[in-house]
């Protein structure tokens, strides 16, 4: 293991230093392995470009393994198991979870960058996710059909799907594995889950705490490594029933590709995200002002369904753009261990890839009103982009076309409600959406007319395991959380029954 280099005054948990002592093998059938071809890769610490741990590189064969100690954890143990026993596994999990808070917090510092205060609420996230779904498995109902044949009785089951694989971003690491890996248990299905190649150590910690609950070995199987070859080995792979991917919509593509080409497996896709920010000139302006920053650079931009585009009412413009530019000034940047308000970019190639959307916003005449450049000095040797403003009134812009997932807002002006709608829907995403007015009509108008799997009036970014999230558009398809999840990770049949 490289050393850690911490900021001044900070100190890492024995258990958090433990997990990173090792070379991390592959989780399959309930313990460590070996990938075959004993290949690793480094995760890297994007706050000074360190390598944290060496990571095992899962191919093809491997891959093959873990599918099959799902399959036959699937038919031997966990379709058969009595729901409520699928219960309180689940709740023990998430306990188990909530137990290793620090741990996995520090991780997902470690890993992703992201201020230690956020990892944290993203672990207590993912332990209501597996609290709210340990409710499910006793509530999985079918129906009964009124038919018009005589003297049939059709009931419908709903059903597991079998083996599941889930394939993560690196964004919200541990929550997007809770998000998908919560439902598809509580419905009866095993996984084979593979995290982001930059971000996979809370993933890997989920293994063994699965195993610590008492779930049967191979009801929970975790592979590491990148795209290529390791999640392609997955989309194709012949006994994979279905795949919940989160991620970009051109890799959702290929997903789907991948799954028409293999055995037709059912996909459902969480993708990105271009959002509008709507604020009205009769908005409470202090409410808009004081979400508007958060809503703009959480997690340093790198989350799907920030309000990237903002459109202003023209008479508040200025006023807006004036309040923004001082409150973004103010954020802290800095290692995510020493608490900041924002940490660095996942990667350098993610690092990269933003200047070069900060480029092409200067160079098509887009205005910089504050950020645009790589920090230099202290965090030199780190991922750093400090939160950048944009103004602009061209929507034809590849900075308010495209997604960019870093620390750039664009903004600009708007007259009326039409001009308003037409230009939030002026996009080939459809995550999510939020306007600010106090005029209850109007708002409620503006949640039927935009094209958003999810709309926020007068708040942004409200999440609940409970309530439905996916995508309109290029942002996806299907529907996350809530009862929508059950719906995604099970399937119908109908029993006819001759009386
Ligand atoms: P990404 O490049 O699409 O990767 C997502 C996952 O897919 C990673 O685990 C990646 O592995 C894997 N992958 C890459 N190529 C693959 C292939 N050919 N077959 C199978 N798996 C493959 O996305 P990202 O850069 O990690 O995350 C950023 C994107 O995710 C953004 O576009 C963002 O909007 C989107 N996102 C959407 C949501 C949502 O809920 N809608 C949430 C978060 C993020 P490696 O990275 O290890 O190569
Ligand atoms: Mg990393």
Known sequence: MASITLPPGTQLEAGTLQFLSDTRLLWIDGDWIAPKSGKTFPTINPANAQILAEISLAEAADVDQAVQAARKAYETTWRRMLPAKRSTLLWKLADLIEANEQVLAELETLDNGKPLAQARADVKGAVKHFRYYAGWPTKIEGSTIPVSAPNKLVYTKREPLGVVGLITPWNFPLAMAAWKLAPALACGNTVVLKPAEQTPLTTLM????????????????????????????????????????????????????????????????????????????????????????????????????????????????????????????????????????????????????????????????????????????????????????????????????????????????????????????????????????????????????????????????????????????????????????IELYTQEKAVWVSL
């Open 206 to 485: 989920l293994g063994p705490l699965a195993k610590q609950a008492g779930f049967p070995d191979g009801v929970v199987n975790i592979v590491t490594g990148p795209g290529q070859p390791t999640g392609e080995a997955m989309t194709l792979h012949p006994d994979i029933d279905k795949i919940g991917f989160t991620g970009s919509t051109q890799v959702g593509k290929k997903i789907m590709e991948a799954a028409a080409q293999s055995n037709l497996k059912k996909v459902s896709l969480e993708l990105g995200g271009k959002s509008p920010n709507v604020i009205f000139a009769d908005a409470s302006l202090d409410a808009a002002l004081a979400s508007l920053t958060w809503s703009s650079f959480y997690n340093t931009g790198q989350e799907c369904t920030l309000g990237s585009r903002v459109y202003v009412e023209a008479p508040v413009y200025d006023q807006v753009i004036t309040a923004l530019r001082k409150s973004a000034a103010g954020l802290r940047i800095g290692n995510g261990l020493s608490n900041p308000d924002l940490g660095p970019l996942i990667s350098e190639v993610q690092m990269q890839r933003v200047l070069g959307y900060i480029d092409a916003g200067k160079s098509q005449g887009a205005r910089v009103l504050i950020g645009g450049e790589r920090l230099q000095g202290e965090l030199s040797s780190g991922y750093f982009i400090p939160p950048t403003i944009f103004a602009h009134n061209d929507d034809a812009l590849r900075i308010v076309q495209e997604e960019i997932f870093g620390p750039v807002v664009v903004l600009a002006p708007f007259d009326g409600y039409e001009s308003a709608i037409s230009r939030a829907n002026n996009s080939i995403y459809g995550l999510a959406a939020a306007v600010w007015t106090q005029d209850i009509k109007k708002a409620h108008r503006f949640a039927e007319d935009v094209k958003a799997g999810v709309v926020w009036l007068n708040g942004y970014d409200l999440f609940d395991a409970a309530a439905p999230f996916g995508g309109y558009k290029q942002s996806g398809i299907g529907r996350e959380m809530g009862k929508s999840a």
